[in-house]
T-cell receptor, first 113, second 114 residues
Framework: AQTVTQSQPEMSVQEAETVTLSCTYD???????LFWYKQPPSRQMILVIRQEAYKQQNATENRFSVNFQKAAKSFSLKISDSQLGDAAMYFC??????????FGQGTRLTINP | DGGITQSPKYLFRKEGQNVTLSCEQNLNHDAMYWYRQDPGQGLRLIYYSQIVNDFQKGDIAEGYSVSREKKESFPLTVTSAQKNPTAFYLC?????????????FGPGTRLTVL
């Protein structure tokens, strides 16, 4: 069975600085997707960024980028120029070919003004 | 306004009672999902449905039941057999026809069993 592990329960960063959230996963599949979701205090799950496993190029969405290391099964999220609105729980997720999502335990990100 | 609605936002029930959580989508999405979230945990899949009148168990289906009689609706019943039902429940849906098949989430229902 696929598993997703986020080893950092909490992280904090100064406003305008850069922070990296870690995620590792385990799968025997070769074709899959990886995601980072944001869950603010409202608890609405918001898709931040996705990565297709067959693409070597790391995905980027504005201030958010990933470092995808397929061989190491690592998928970290980098947030540049952190803003107060980035404060939230961040979940790493794996999607298998059967379209099911498996989530990590989450990392709570605090932004210090 | 297209989206996924879950009602109510907060739900309280006495122990031993069945309760049904509503999930409606007007996105014309084919597949729908139910997840459970416990404090400090990620989401875990309860049930999912790829098409109308068909659904499959997820990782933690015991004590739950679903139906998918209409494409727009995927209600979840938390039965008295569920040993620890207090949790935050999220519904999601996805189309089967776009490039990425992303899942979109509703706002969630917080269920508290007293």
């Amino acid at each position: 069975a696929q598993t997703v592990t986020q080893s950092q329960p909490e992280m904090s960063v100064q406003e305008a600085e850069t922070v990296t959230l870690s995620c590792t996963y385990d799968t025997s599949e070769s074709d899959y997707y990886l995601f980072w979701y944001k869950q603010p205090p409202s608890r609405q799950m918001i898709l931040v960024i996705r990565q297709e496993a067959y693409k070597q190029q790391n995905a980027t969405e504005n201030r958010f980028s990933v470092n995808f290391q397929k061989a190491a099964k690592s998928f970290s999220l980098k947030i540049s120029d952190s803003q107060l609105g980035d404060a939230a729980m961040y979940f790493c997720a794996y999607r298998s070919p059967d379209q099911k999502l498996v989530f990590g335990q989450g990392t709570r990100l605090t932004i210090n003004p | 306004d297209g989206g996924i609605t879950q009602s109510p936002k907060y739900l309280f029930r006495k122990e031993g009672q069945n309760v049904t959580l509503s999930c409606e989508q007007n996105l014309n999405h084919d597949a729908m999902y139910w997840y459970r979230q416990d404090p400090g945990q990620g989401l875990r899949l309860i049930y999912y449905s790829q098409i109308v009148n068909d659904f499959q168990k997820g990782d933690i289906a015991e004590g739950y039941s679903v139906s998918r009689e209409k494409k727009e609706s995927f209600p979840l019943t938390v039965t008295s057999a569920q040993k620890n039902p207090t949790a935050f429940y999220l519904c999601a849906s996805r189309t089967g026809t776009d490039l990425y098949n992303d899942q979109f989430f509703g706002p969630g229902t917080r269920l508290t069993v007293l």
